[in-house]
């Protein structure tokens, strides 16, 4: 079974997709923030992490370029899950090293979808 790192900052929001990550048969870790998803993977190794930008004490392009730029989860899969839809956004996501993008709101066919092609690779 598969670990998903879920990093949203909205209550409302983690639970949906923690709820449908579950049903997919993925187990799923939760952190509100980013200081505390960089916390969790010191003491996991999730599979993927599911990031969002927005969020309070350090956003999503900061916790992505910590993870790409640390030779321990420099490997590990990131997937931007974010209101920011721009194509600008976009490319800043994929710039600090995200391996995908999808714009809130997506669907959850799309968002299962794009997490088992990332763990495939």
């Known amino acids: 079974m598969s670990t998903v790192l879920l990093v949203e900052d909205s209550l409302s929001t983690r639970k949906m997709m923690s709820e449908f990550l579950i049903k997919q048969g993925l187990k799923v870790e939760v952190a509100g923030d980013g200081v505390e998803a ?24 900061e ?14 899969p990131v997937l931007i899950c974010s209101s920011k839809g721009e194509d600008f956004d976009r490319y800043w996501g994929m710039k600090q090293g995200a391996d995908a993008y999808l714009a809130k709101p997506f669907q959850p066919k799309e968002l299962i979808a794009t997490i088992r092609q990332l763990l495939k690779s």
């Open 38 to 61: 960089l916390d969790i993977l010191s003491t996991i190794n999730p599979d993927i992490v599911v990031l969002d930008i927005v969020m309070p004490k350090m956003n999503g392009y």
């Open 63 to 76: 916790v992505c370029r910590k993870i790409k730029s640390n030779p321990q989860t420099k490997n590990l």
